[in-house]
């Protein structure tokens, strides 16, 4: 019994010194948070704020509850998806940071929720979301603990076009930044964390070559973009399966091959889809594709592939490798899915690189601080991030990474200005 409460320390003490670890190392890579936490530090601008934030419990949500907890706010974490949670991060905050964090990687939906309900009942000031689940509840069943909710922010594009539904139907009870509508947040951050991470995780998962392989793109968004490019940096011959002609329009010049899914579906070899929409894979596709079609998911939720579908149609054997389910068809061919179809990026890899969080949550931390200042003067409405930000945000991360931006001169500005200088 001595031995085995030893082994579990052990194993504790490990995981705590890894996050610890792991939480330090993005650090040094998030100039731009660093840069704020340390002002936040000086100015305490969130002093007295109690701040619920659900999110992917990662090293760089870490890092930015540290520096709001620095600000002044008293902070409790969930984790955005079950399948998220990093560990080793969640204790770390708990046992060496003293942040109240409810999360835990692989938990079912019922303690998912359960954990999201506890964050509601610290009764934030500010809620922090990546999916609109905690605003979601303290709008529905936890609706208890709302009264003193004053405003927040939202991370994802999926989360945005939720608030945006829930302020048309004028449900919205508090004014929401939209983070992922700076500049500084999808350019990057969908484009290239989502692009590089996502590869990142199928490759974990699979341990696959991806070069000759024909790799489709479902929605060829912000998210869709990055990931096709670095599929074809890859070696990969992409193709793109867009539903906003525009999109598609832009794919093909990017030099894709486009088409509906079910053209590519009898020759896809990897599938990811990318849409923020459901059952953009379904029982219309998986009886077209090619025994040993590997399917995955990075959009938001894990609606996008119908798995139970397949489930009814196929027999399904978990454990192949770690994080892949194999479904047999009744004709032998046999499917793989990546992650039961949750965001591979974060389910099977780390999620996106500390680099590219580094703006994103420079954004969310700044937006706190503006939405706390600001709170009379809004109304119950989605909000995009005020361009002071997301411009500050770029200029420090230039600086950060020691380049330069042209300044121009006393003519050139008067000449951008002015309609009387022709030819
Ligand atoms: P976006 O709105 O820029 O692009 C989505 C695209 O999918 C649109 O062009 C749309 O026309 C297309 N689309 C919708 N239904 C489709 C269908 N059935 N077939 C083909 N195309 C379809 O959105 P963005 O920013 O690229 O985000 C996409 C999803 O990824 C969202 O759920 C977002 O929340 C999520 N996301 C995931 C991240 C991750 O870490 N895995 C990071 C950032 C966003």
Known sequence: MALLLLTKRGVTMDLLVKGEGRIEWAARRMPVLSAIRHRFAEERPLEGIRLGACLHVTTET?????????????????????????DDVALALRESFSIEVHAQRGVDNNTYYRHVRAVASTKPHVTMDDGADLVAALHGETSQWSSEVMAGTEETTTGVNRLRAMA?????????????????????????????????????????????????????????????SRARGMGARVMVVEADPLRA???????????????????????????????????????????????????????????????GVARRSPGVREGVSEYEMPDGRRLYVLGDGRLINLAAAEGHPAEVMDMSFANQALAVEWLVKERPALENRVYGVPLEIDREVARLKMLAMGMRVEELTESQREYMGSWKMGT
């Open 62 to 86: 870490a890092n930015l509850m540290l520096a709001l907890k620095d600000g002044g706010a008293q902070v409790a974490l969930c984790a955005s998806n079950p399948l998220s949670t990093q």
């Open 168 to 228: 048309e139907d004028g449900a919205l009870r508090y004014p929401i930044i939209a983070v992922n509508d700076a500049l500084t947040k999808h350019m990057f951050d969908n484009r290239y964390g989502t692009g590089q991470s996502t590869i990142d995780g199928i490759l974990r998962a699979t341990n696959i070559l991806l070069a000759g392989r024909v790799f489709v793109v479902a929605g060829y968004g912000w998210c869709g973009k990055g990931l096709a």
């Open 249 to 311: 329009l832009e794919a093909a010049m990017d030099g894709y091959q486009v088409g509906s899914m079910e053209e590519a579906a009898s020759v896809g070899d990897v599938f990811v889809t990318v849409t923020g929409n459901r059952g953009v894979i379904d029982t219309r596709h998986f009886g077209l594709m090619k025994d040993g079609a590997i399917l995955a998911n990075s959009g938001h939720f894990d609606v996008e592939i119908d798995v139970e579908a397949l489930a």
